[in-house]
T-cell receptor, first 112, second 113 residues
Framework: SAVISQKPSRDICQRGTSLTIQCQVDSQVTMMFWYRQQPGQSLTLIATANQGSEATYESGFVIDKFPISRPNLTFSTLTVSNMSPEDSSIYLC?????????FGPGTRLLVL | SQKIEQNSEALNIQEGKTATLTCNYTNYSPAYLQWYRQDPGRGPVFLLLIRENEKEKRKERLKVTFDTTLKQSLFHITASQPADSATYLCALDGTSNTGKLIFGQGTTLQVKP
C-alpha cells in the first residue's frame, strides 16, 4: 500500500494569486497523478507526472495554468496559477498500486 | 461520446437491507472497473476491482458484478450499516494500463438505523 500526504489541507486564496500544493508518498513511484474534484462533481484527471520528464496534461488542462514539478520518485507539486473562483475545488494527488489506486486526503481550495 | 453514469440521486435504505448501486458506461472498452468509497473531506478509498473477464467479485459484505454486454456494473452492500453511509464512485481505465482512471459522478448512500 501507499500512504500519501498533501499540504496544505485547505486554503482560501484571492483571485489572481497562485497556490502550490505538495504531495508526498511514502514509497517510490514512477507515475503520480493529479485530479480535481469540483463541488458536487466527480474526479477529473488533470495530468500525469513522471519523474525526470514533463508532465502529460489531459484535454482542457494546460501547463501554464497548472505547472507541475516532479523532482524525485516520492514527491510532486501542483501549482494553480492566476486563480479564479472557478478553480475552487478539491485537488487530489494519486499513485497507482497493484490493481488499485491510492489517493491523498486532498487539498480543499476556495478562491474568492 | 464517452460517458460513465451513476445514479445521481442519493440512495436511502434501512439498516440491514442490501444496497445496490449502478454504474453504466458508453463508448469505453475497459479492461477493468473499480469501485471506491469517499467520505466527506477525504480522498477516495479503493474497495474492489473487477476485470472484464470476471462476472462477479466478492469481498466480505461487498459484491460487484460486471456485464460487458450491458456495459454495466452493479455494486452491492449486504447487511448494510450506518457506517456504510458515504459516496461510492465507480472508475474504469480510459486507456489500458496507464493508470489513468475515469470516474463516475458517484452515488451517495445513506443507511438509516
Amino acid at each position: 500500500s501507499a500512504v500519501i500526504s498533501q499540504k496544505p489541507s485547505r486554503d482560501i486564496c484571492q483571485r489572481g494569486t497562485s497556490l502550490t500544493i505538495q504531495c508526498q508518498v511514502d514509497s517510490q513511484v514512477t507515475m503520480m497523478f493529479w485530479y480535481r474534484q469540483q463541488p458536487g462533481q466527480s474526479l477529473t484527471l488533470i495530468a500525469t507526472a513522471n519523474q525526470g520528464s514533463e508532465a502529460t496534461y489531459e484535454s482542457g488542462f494546460v501547463i501554464d495554468k497548472f505547472p507541475i514539478s516532479r523532482p524525485n520518485l516520492t514527491f510532486s507539486t501542483l501549482t494553480v496559477s492566476n486563480m479564479s473562483p472557478e478553480d475552487s475545488s478539491i485537488y487530489l494527488c494519486s499513485v497507482r498500486g497493484s490493481e488499485t489506486q491510492y489517493f491523498g486526503p486532498g487539498t480543499r481550495l476556495l478562491v474568492l | 461520446s464517452q460517458k460513465i453514469e451513476q445514479n445521481s440521486e442519493a440512495l436511502n435504505i434501512q439498516e440491514g437491507k442490501t444496497a445496490t448501486l449502478t454504474c453504466n458506461y458508453t463508448n469505453y472498452s475497459p479492461a477493468y472497473l473499480q469501485w471506491y468509497r469517499q467520505d466527506p473531506g477525504r480522498g477516495p478509498v479503493f474497495l474492489l476491482l473487477i476485470r472484464e473477464n470476471e462476472k462477479e467479485k466478492r469481498k466480505e459484505r461487498l459484491k460487484v458484478t460486471f456485464d460487458t454486454t450491458l456495459k454495466q456494473s452493479l455494486f452491492h452492500i449486504t447487511a448494510s450499516q450506518p457506517a456504510d453511509s458515504a459516496t461510492y464512485l465507480c472508475a474504469l481505465d480510459g486507456t489500458s494500463n496507464t493508470g489513468k482512471l475515469i470516474f463516475g459522478q458517484g452515488t451517495t448512500l445513506q443507511v438509516k438505523p
